[in-house]
């Protein structure tokens, strides 16, 4: 078998493999689906001095719904240090208001709007210098169902788009973040 004529068909098979398309359309809203990058920081400067990973691992998904989730995980050597944890994914989407309700009315008509989806806690030092932090996500419905005036009405969400994300985890006494993740 001659294998010089294999290698410009396999060259082609991978290009093609490698090849996304930017944007997937469907009837209810355009996700985004090319490749796109997470940076990854950890700085042992804006930490208690011997802190380190114990459990789980450092990271960061969007989802095919554009939900953000980032991993729980363990440090230890953190001494009696709490860690403030912030997600927050920022979006641009169409929204429509309906009121489904008893007296419905027309559809407001679709607006264009960025919106954010946050999720905030403290993650608590235990026993032993160790610092357990939850999984963190972040929902581009739930938060753009408070995008309609009233909280009883339904927003249907089209060409929803994810902007941005930020996730961050910094210790009480300093100012910046030990852990930082940017994205897409």
Not at 49 to 64: E, N
Not at 112 to 138: I, M, P
Request: proline share 5%; with cysteine; charged share 10%.
């Amino acid at each position: 078998m001659r294998y010089d004529r294999l290698f410009p068909l396999a060259a082609f098979a991978f290009m093609a493999a490698c090849t996304t398309t930017d944007t997937i359309t469907s009837p209810a809203r355009v996700l985004t689906t090319a490749p796109r990058l997470a940076v990854t920081a950890i700085e042992d400067a804006n930490a208690p001095s011997g802190t380190h990973l114990q459990t789980g691992s450092i990271g960061c998904t969007v989802g095919s719904n554009l939900s953000v989730t980032c991993t729980s995980f363990e440090l230890a050597g953190v001494g009696h240090t709490n860690a403030d944890v912030s997600l927050v994914a920022n979006y641009t989407a169409g929204i429509t208001c309906s009121n489904k309700g008893v007296n419905p009315n027309n559809d407001v008509e679709s607006q264009a709007t960025s919106f954010s989806s946050e999720d905030n806690f403290t993650a608590t030092s235990s026993k032993n210098g160790r610092l357990s932090v939850r999984q963190g996500a972040a929902n581009p419905a739930a938060s753009a169902a408070n995008a309609c005036p009233n909280k009883n009405w339904t927003a249907t969400i089209t060409n929803l788009t994810l902007v941005s994300f930020t996730y961050s985890v910094t210790f009480d006494g300093f100012t910046q973040p030990y852990i930082l993740i940017t994205g897409p």
